[in-house]
């Protein structure tokens, strides 16, 4: 017997630095899995099959919704998107971890499902960074920033259903943070029943 | 409003390596404090009032003892020990972080008077190392290694009751291991409350 890995679920608003967090957790950890999305959206050029999704047809999407094949999902302009549980809960089988890039309705739903999950929360530390962060990016109008800001502080209120926050307020030290509590967690006593168990076999 | 500090406290076998680790949680962790017992024993040659230990009499202790006035408390050889309630939620609720280093039997009496603290068991990794570990210490006789071996067999029962396992194979891994825990700890939504509550009062 084996124990479990970890399936961290990592959201916050956009600009708060998620994606560079969960990058480094992947240096510094490699055998985390990055899960790959379903999606019934066409490829866009130099997408992969399999790397960047896997993508497939409405009818075949419906299908693994109606057998309860995700573990989260959601419909975006008429497409579907959803992350498949079986090759997540087959990393997690073999002790490895699965990180998830996603947003709260779709973490709220891995939640229902599988509520071990590691629940992490990126928040910028102030509406005037996460402001100055948008604007930086040179890549948004005016009117995206502000819908952007208006949607953060919404999502704000959702901070409670997570196990971790992670104010970004430096992003070395953010990062320290999220690896300390990928560590931190891999020495859970409640995630470690196997491993006790063959210590606590040793001293018979 | 502040949030609290952490209660730490480390418990594990002798020789497991509990005190190296604590002392290294404490130059990462400045703003850490170590509980001062309290004894009814006399005081030894340089032990210093304060700062060893708080040196009592039998009956001031016993009139702290009704008063409920102890985290947890011991009597070892006619003499009493004991943690004053006092001092350990005063700096907590500053908002730093204390850490007790103490047997189980203490552990288990903080945990029923504050749930709330972050127990954490410190075990070498096999019998075979915390044997050579002892022999290596040079300070105990055949006898006194065997009795603490089969201590130590007792002990590790009490794992599942603790929140943390750390797994001291190597002194560097398992001290990153401990900080991680105390990192993560600072980063858990319990824990932050008033924090999560000013950073959504911002966003207003």
Redesign the interface.
């Known amino acids: 017997m084996k124990d479990k890995g970890l399936l961290l679920v990592v959201s916050g608003p956009s600009g708060a630095g998620k994606g560079t967090i969960c990058n480094a957790l992947r240096e510094k950890f490699p055998n985390i899995h990055y899960s790959i999305s379903m999606t019934t959206r066409q490829s866009r050029t130099g997408e992969v099959d399999g790397t960047d999704y896997y993508f497939t047809t409405n009818r075949h999407f419906e299908e693994l919704l109606q057998e309860d094949a995700f573990l989260e999902h959601a419909k975006v302009y008429d497409h579907y998107y959803g992350t498949p549980k079986k090759s997540v809960f087959a990393h997690i089988d073999e002790g490895n971890h699965v990180m998830l890039e996603i947003d709260i309705q779709g973490a709220m739903q891995v939640k229902k499902k599988y509520p071990q999950g590691v629940f992490i929360?990126v928040?910028p530390?102030?509406?005037a960074v996460l402001e100055e962060r948008l604007r930086g990016r040179k890549t948004d109008s005016e009117e995206v920033i502000a819908g952007r800001?208006s949607k953060?502080?919404q999502e704000?209120?959702w901070?409670?259903q997570?196990?971790?926050?992670?104010?970004n307020d430096d992003l070395h030290e953010a990062t320290?943070?999220a690896?300390?509590?990928?560590?931190?967690?891999?020495?859970?006593?409640d995630r470690?029943g196997c491993?006790?168990q063959q210590?606590?076999n040793?001293?018979?």
């Open positions: 929360y928040v530390p102030s509406k800001l953060a502080r704000l209120d901070i409670q997570y196990d971790y926050v992670i104010v320290a943070r690896e300390a509590i990928v560590l931190a967690e891999m020495c859970s006593v470690n491993r006790i210590i606590q040793m001293y018979q």
